[in-house]
């Protein structure tokens, strides 16, 4: 199953706290532990189908595609302002998180695109929203996903909106994601599913498969196992997509 997420804009802001005696990193933002081993592969086109599901798919092979919403891949790259959103989808309902800060309670907010338009700047929320029937329109499905049935397998197209700062859980998805970029930054720190067992030792819930660890302030006596745990780092930019395989 594959899973096409549209993010507006998600930036993240990280603090550094001095250190002391405790294990590095401890209370301070996951990554902060050790410098990252390093980030993906990059490239500035899309495969074709058949490299994309032999190498990334199937291999498992997170990918970063810089750029290519420039190219022209994705119409709601260029037609997507606030004031286009509200002439066009003003009045459709849409699904809005209480907090930019994933809970994962899922208390969500049931407004129109316009409401949403004239709170989001001020307001603690975050659009989470499967894109309509109406929006695809402006999505269309990228090049190396146009054959070879990925079309028949995707699960859902969401957008993600916010005016910035938001952060996620540490989780995996039971999908294979292609995640665009179209204003902002996005910066992701990722774990080798191999180190499963480390990231799954404490706090772990398996129905969410998320970690109850506060990515903000890792406790590192609480999750001992983040001491000294491999992680590598992505900042999207906008413009950028990105595949994060399975898990
Ligand atoms: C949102 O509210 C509208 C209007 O009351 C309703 O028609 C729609 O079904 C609601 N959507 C959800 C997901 O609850």
Known sequence: MLRLTICVIALVSQHVVDSDDHPKGHL???GR???PVGSIEERASFPTPLEMFEKYVRGSKPVIFRGILEKGMLPAYKLWTDSYLRENYGSEYVSVEK???ENRKWDMLNI??????DKYQKEDIYMVNDASVSMAEDINMPSML????FQRVVQNVIM???SGGTKSVLHNDGLDNVNCLIDGEKYLVMIDKKLKADVEETG???NGQYSQVDVEKVDMYKFPKFRNLPWYEVKMQKGDCIFIPFK
């Open 146 to 149: 146009l054959c070879g049935g």
């Open 99 to 101: 907090g930019k800060k």
């Open 204 to 206: 772990w819930i398996l």
């Open 160 to 162: 993600w909106f916010s």
């Open 33 to 35: 532990h050790r410098p």
């Open 28 to 30: 301070q933002p996951l």
């Open 112 to 117: 129109t695109m316009s409401e949403f338009l």
